[in-house]
């Protein structure tokens, strides 16, 4: 699925803005029931595990991966919905990562999300009007007369008619509703907005209006925006830069079309492939990466990289190794990969062979029962 849309892509990107967020080596494990009976020591799921990451003021980072690769967890711990396991998070120069309920209540305000299913995320019993002044009301900042005239506001922002203030969200379509949770998320005009698949639910046409809507609310009101998404078309669309996720870890981080044009980390290189062109001859010519097996578990990664049980460039020192997330010689300065063997440009790595022992790879992907 490729994208065609009227507007007019990300804001304009802003290296040199103030960072708005930094995040330094975070680490977020949930704890699991383990499946061994005769044993007192506890399994962990390593959904996020060292993750630093900067997003500036009035930039929108992208963030793709496979289902389970830890984005929307890293989203939700960014937001503080989760407590983290380790490292920290900064919001606006201030170090928020262990901030109390009370004290976090009102940086709420500044981070706002939107979630991926306009179907599920409101209630089916609730006017808009009362779930878009929703903010209000908790934070006591607006009643009576003075909500309605701030929740018809937001309406007339995101497209909606302030006139369907009194309707139920059943009697809107799956793009209007996700335009009721954009609406929800201004109400205080937030500083970042963390977007979680927030159109992937949604018909493609109406995805466009979405995106568009998005882009055009960051350039009026400096929005910055952290954009999750499992389709790269959609976040190149939409992101100065991305940052592409695998199994927990940061594999690869650029500028988006530096990303596009460059990939150097395989595990991109193979999202790319699947990509579809509008370009008929230009798609002919591009061989499909395939990769071997499925992602791994994430309660026992692999060892060195964890892509290296499904990689087609596989050496053994990516089995005991873990690579670094550094720049490559000739490289953008803010494109980052973490490979020992970076994809070059031109390279078909579709015509590779892994040279690390089968058994091996086998057994860390997981193909084998009780491995
Ligand atoms: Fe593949 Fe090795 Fe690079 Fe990992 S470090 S992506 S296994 S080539």
């Avoid at 995040?23 to 996020?48: D, G, M, Q, W």
């Avoid at 990939?263 to 008929?280: E, G, M, Q």
């Avoid at 892509?307 to 690579?323: G, L, N």
Wanted: glycine share 8%; with cysteine; proline share 8%.
């Amino acid at each position: 699925m490729t994208f065609e849309t009227t507007g007019s892509g990300p804001a304009p990107s802003t290296q040199s803005g103030d960072v708005l967020l930094k995040i330094e080596n975070l680490v977020k494990h949930f704890p699991v029931k383990s499946s061994k009976l005769i044993t007192r020591e506890r399994e962990f799921v390593h959904a996020v595990e060292d993750v630093s990451l900067e997003v500036r003021q009035g930039e929108t980072l992208g963030l793709v991966g496979e289902t389970g690769c830890g984005k929307s967890t890293l989203a939700r711990c960014v937001a503080r919905l989760y407590p983290v396991t380790g490292g920290k998070i900064f919001f606006d120069g201030r170090d928020i990562t262990s901030l109390s309920p009370r004290k976090m209540r009102p940086l709420r305000r500044d981070i706002q999300m939107i979630f991926q299913d306009p179907y599920g995320s409101l209630n089916p019993r609730r006017r808009v009007g009362s779930i878009i002044g929703d903010p209000f009301a908790i934070h006591r900042t607006a009643k009576g007369e003075d909500r309605k005239s701030k929740v018809q506001h937001l309406m007339e922002m995101v497209g909606l008619n302030p006139e369907h203030y009194n309707r139920f969200p059943a009697e809107f379509s799956g793009g209007q509703r996700q335009r009721i949770g954009v609406a929800r998320a201004l109400a205080f005009s937030p500083k970042l907005i963390i977007c979680d698949e927030p159109v992937s639910a949604l018909d493609v046409s109406i995805q466009a209006q979405i995106l568009n809507l998005l882009s055009d609310l960051q350039r009026e009101l400096g929005l910055t925006y952290i954009f999750i998404a499992h389709d790269l078309s959609v976040v190149r669309h939409v992101s100065n830069r991305v940052a592409v996720m695998y199994l927990g870890r940061i594999a690869e981080q650029a500028p988006s079309e530096e990303m596009w044009n460059h990939p150097r980390h395989p595990y991109t290189d193979a999202l790319l492939s699947a990509v579809p062109l509008p370009d008929p001859d230009h798609a002919q010519q591009r061989e499909r990466i395939i990769l071997a097996g499925d992602v791994p578990s994430p309660i026992h990664p692999p060892s060195g990289c964890r892509f290296h049980p499904r990689c087609p460039k596989a050496r053994q020192t990516c089995v005991s190794t873990e690579p670094e997330l550094i720049t490559r010689l000739g490289d953008d300065a803010g494109h980052i990969a973490a490979c020992h063997f970076p994809v070059e440009d031109g390279e078909d790595i579709s015509l590779s062979t892994p040279a690390i022992a089968e058994d091996q790879r086998v057994v860390e992907s997981g193909l084998i029962a009780g491995a």
